[in-house]
Structure formats: structure tokens, C-alpha cells
């Protein structure tokens, strides 16, 4: 473990020389089929991180957002989100992270985890079993079980079940006193749970490179992980959107998403 965050760890500072290389209020993009924005960093960060991984670990396995390189039976596969938050990216607001986790297939669980913020220098990391730290400094969730006067990040696509709209979730946390933000990036704001600065985070959206590493940096800081309907998900492919938080809030922000 100590061996795959090393790299883990590595590939992020490597990442942030790309990604604030290309930052800027002039930053060019394209648009993709879903309608979401693109950037030159967005390639090049995954490009790399496929690079790399292959160098050392070539028999592992690579989920990125932008490209993948899929070995059939392995048993590890990364799973990388090169700009959570390309929009305010794209359009050159310092809102935006990197992610990386190394995913055990045979449980569809993270084991290594890294979280990276280029622009205020703040890599968030975690083993499984070995605490969550930031800048080398352990984190830990808060220890509120109230909702009032807390804060919650949401963000995310739409998911195809009427029961569950972003809407809906908003009308019914602001009613409990919860501030929800919408930051564009998912990763950027939930991170803050596990820092303790956040109650939870509510991904209304199915791709799993929003959310890997995130899930297990949370835990690793006392927190809790599911899926929106409260049931364990895998991480290595899509699932039912997420939901973190710092564990005693969980099952009250649940009943607001239902």
C-alpha cells in the first residue's frame, strides 16, 4: 500500500504542474456530446496518469473520465477524474481538483485514495485502514449530528428516478437549516466533509470517478459512504450516485434526498 500511494502521490504533483500550466481566464475549450466543457488539460492529465500507471503497474487497469486503458482480469484498476470542475476551470476560477483511487475489482472498493487542490497546494490522501490526512496532517470528520447551521455540497447530473431530484433534495435540506452549495465540482466541496468543514456531499450523478476517492478519504476521517438510496456501491463502475458525510448526520440527509 505504501508503495501505490507513493505513485498515487507522485502522479498528483506531476498533474498539478499540467493543470496550472493551462489555467487561466483564457483557457480554451470544446464541448463534448453531453453538452459538458473540455480543455487541453483534461487530455493531457489523463493521457499522463495512463502513462505512468502503465510504467509501473502494467498489469493495472485505468478508469479515467477522458480515456481508459482496461486490462481484461486484472484485479486493480485506478479510477481518475483529471479536472473535477472543468467548467469553473474552463473559465478561469481556481475551483477544481484532482482525483485518483486505486480500486480493488474483487470488491469494488477503493484501498488507496488522493485528492489534489493545485491551486491552494492541499492534497488530501488515505489508506485503507490508515486514517485520512491532509498535507500530512490527520483529518477527521465533524462531530455535528444536527443539520442547522451546517454545510452541504450537491452537485452532479440528474438520476432517471423521479423519487430523486436535486429539487427536491435542496427544498427539503433548506427546511432542516442545511446550506447547500453548488460548486461545479463535486469532489472539490465533498472533500470538506472529510476535512470537517462540511456535514456531507450528495452526488446526483452515476460515473464512478467523481466519487472513488472521495468514499474512502471520508471513511478513513470517521465519515460514511452510499449510494442515494443508502446500499453500498462499487467504485469501479457506475452506480446510484453517492452520498458522504460525517456519519451522524447520514441517515437524516438521506431522508431528505427520499
Same mark, same amino acid.
Given at each position: ?5 507513493s ?46 500507471i ?15 486503458n ?57 489508506v ?18 444536527e ?41 472539490? +466541496? ?5 476535512? !470537517?468543514?462540511?456535514? #456531507?456531499g ?5 460515473? =464512478? %470517478? @467523481? ?18 438510496? +443508502? ?5 469501479? !463502475?457506475?452506480?446510484? #450516485? ?6 451522524? =448526520? %447520514? @441517515? ?7
Amino acid at each position: 500500500m505504501d508503495e501505490y500511494l507513493s505513485v498515487a502521490k507522485e502522479i498528483a504533483e506531476g498533474v498539478a504542474e499540467i493543470a496550472l500550466k493551462y489555467f487561466g481566464f483564457e483557457t480554451e475549450r470544446t464541448w463534448k456530446s453531453d453538452n459538458t466543457p473540455l480543455t487541453q488539460a483534461d487530455t493531457e492529465i489523463n493521457s499522463f496518469v495512463i502513462q505512468k500507471i502503465n510504467s509501473i503497474f502494467s498489469d493495472h487497469s485505468i478508469l479515467g473520465e477522458e480515456e481508459s486503458n482496461i486490462k481484461p482480469g486484472s484485479k486493480y484498476i485506478w479510477v481518475c477524474d483529471p479536472i473535477d470542475g472543468t467548467m469553473p476551470y474552463s473559465c478561469g476560477l481556481p475551483t477544481l481538483t484532482f482525483s485518483l483511487a486505486l480500486v480493488d475489482q474483487t470488491t469494488g472498493q477503493p484501498i488507496v485514495a488522493v485528492v489534489n487542490d493545485p491551486i491552494m497546494k492541499n492534497m488530501y490522501w488515505a489508506v485503507k485502514g490508515g486514517g485520512a490526512f491532509l498535507n500530512g496532517k490527520r483529518i477527521y470528520v465533524s462531530q455535528s449530528s444536527e443539520l442547522k447551521n451546517t454545510y452541504l455540497n450537491i452537485d452532479g447530473g440528474s438520476i432517471k428516478d423521479l423519487s430523486f431530484t436535486k429539487e427536491k433534495t435542496i427544498t427539503a435540506l433548506r427546511q432542516h437549516g442545511i446550506k447547500s452549495m453548488v460548486l461545479l465540482s463535486f469532489i472539490y +466541496g465533498a472533500i470538506q466533509v472529510a476535512n !470537517g468543514k462540511f456535514v #456531507g456531499g450528495i452526488f446526483f450523478g452515476r460515473f =464512478a %470517478h @467523481d466519487v472513488a476517492a472521495v468514499k474512502l478519504i471520508t471513511e478513513e476521517a470517521g465519515g460514511k459512504a452510499t449510494d442515494l438510496k +443508502g446500499n453500498e456501491r462499487r467504485y469501479d !463502475g457506475e452506480g446510484f #450516485g453517492c452520498l458522504v458525510t460525517n456519519a451522524l =448526520a %447520514h @441517515d437524516q440527509i438521506l431522508a431528505c434526498i427520499q
